[in-house]
């Protein structure tokens, strides 16, 4: 049986920068992918969310950067970036592939696939922060019954129904927007008020994106980078000051109405939806590594600190304040791929 120099598992925007790089040090990546055509997270999305960050600051290897006639790119546009991406650079890409398990032998790993088996000298994770929709083991909330934001079809409220999402993340904020365009009641239930967001002046803009680069292993208390996304669109806030979208305390219980928050009040709604994140696709790892809060892997700077040969990509705060974002993805995959030679 063949031994593949390096395998990549996912074919999202950070696998392909990974195996771009590979491909730089002269081995020919075998990139695997349970779906049917690269692109990654992006694919799921509501094509028309907008990123977060510029898109200059978007770049893969050979510095192509998203469509976007508003200095944005949406999911719809990184999409067909990193489609164009491959196509442009023909990895060899086996989709509709899932990796099953993975042993650690001899100086290598043997990988078992809903295909075949396959061997290889390294391997790069890149399956992503949006493989596995989380909702928290509340009272009440079942995971066959509870609807999160990753499946829920927003077409399906009728103007006037009473919808309280669970959440008041980037995710929860989309759809809060987006139902109160279309009519609906919408309550968020969150932790801390919905503040304001306000982003740094544009003059200091360069500065900050400088920082945002400096390895978080020179930086006290790493920087205090965490994997909590920022909002930084303040249209939320915009609705709640309005009143147009109603904000109440944390959700501790879902009853049959709707929702208890820890304030003890009930809040009733015809649909409760859950945008509490997402955990990591790598439960196939569990053979030869432990994983951490939130299936977070053991790492140092994108490499495993339990296995020989094993890097990851896509991590959030794996290296800098840009990793986890399109932006930080290259220079990851850069770092990793080199610490894998």
């Keep these: 049986m063949p031994i593949e120099e390096i395998v990549v598992v996912g074919a999202g925007a950070a696998g392909l920068c990974a195996a771009w790089y590979a491909r730089k040090r002269g081995w020919q990546p075998l990139v695997l992918d349970k779906r049917s055509a690269s692109g990654g997270a992006w694919l799921s999305m509501d094509p028309a969310m907008p990123c977060i960050s510029p898109i200059g600051r978007d770049r893969m290897p050979n510095a192509s950067i998203p469509e976007g006639d508003t200095g944005h790119g949406t999911a719809q546009s990184v999409a067909a970036?990193?489609?164009?991406?491959?196509?442009?650079?023909?990895?060899?890409?086996?989709?509709?592939?899932?990796?099953?398990?993975?042993?650690?032998?001899?100086?290598?790993?043997?990988?078992?696939?809903?295909?075949?088996?396959?061997?290889?000298?390294?391997?790069?994770?890149?399956?992503?922060?949006?493989?596995?929709?989380?909702?928290?083991?509340?009272?009440?909330?079942?995971p066959a019954e509870a609807v999160h934001v990753a499946t829920f079809d927003p077409s399906s409220v009728r103007a006037g129904e009473r919808v309280v999402i669970v959440g008041a993340g980037n995710s929860g904020v989309e759809l809060a927007v987006q139902l109160d365009d279309l009519g609906a009641d919408v309550t968020v239930s969150a932790r801390t008020p919905i503040k304001r967001p306000r982003p740094l002046p544009a003059f200091l803009s360069p500065l900050g994106w400088w920082l945002s680069g400096i390895p978080l292993r020179y930086q006290p208390k790493r920087g205090g980078c965490t994997d909590h996304v920022p909002v930084e669109t303040k249209i939320l806030w915009d609705r709640v000051a309005d009143q147009r979208v109603r904000v109440v305390g944390e959700t501790v219980e879902r009853v049959a109405t709707g929702i208890r928050t820890s304030e003890g009040d009930t809040v009733e709604a015809?649909?409760?939806?859950?945008?509490?994140?997402?955990?990591?696709?790598?439960?196939?790892?569990?053979?030869?590594?432990?994983?951490?809060?939130?299936?977070?892997?053991?790492?140092?700077?994108?490499?495993?600190?339990?296995?020989?040969?094993?890097?990851?990509?896509?991590?959030?705060?794996?290296?800098?304040?840009?990793?986890?974002?399109?932006?930080?993805?290259?220079?990851?995959?850069a770092a990793v791929v080199g610490g894998l030679a």
């Design 270 to 333: 015809e649909h409760v939806v859950f945008a509490t994140g997402y955990r990591r696709d790598n439960g196939w790892l569990d053979g030869v590594i432990e994983r951490g809060g939130g299936g977070v892997p053991s790492h140092r700077d994108g490499l495993s600190t339990d296995v020989p040969g094993l890097g990851f990509v896509g991590i959030p705060c794996m290296r800098t304040w840009r990793s986890g974002f399109l932006r930080g993805f290259a220079q990851d995959a």
């Design 81 to 142: 970036w990193i489609q164009e991406f491959q196509r442009r650079e023909a990895f060899e890409i086996q989709f509709g592939v899932q990796v099953e398990s993975v042993e650690k032998v001899g100086e290598g790993f043997r990988l078992t696939t809903t295909a075949r088996v396959v061997l290889t000298r390294r391997l790069i994770a890149a399956t992503g922060e949006f493989g596995n929709p989380f909702v928290p083991l509340l009272p009440g909330v079942t």
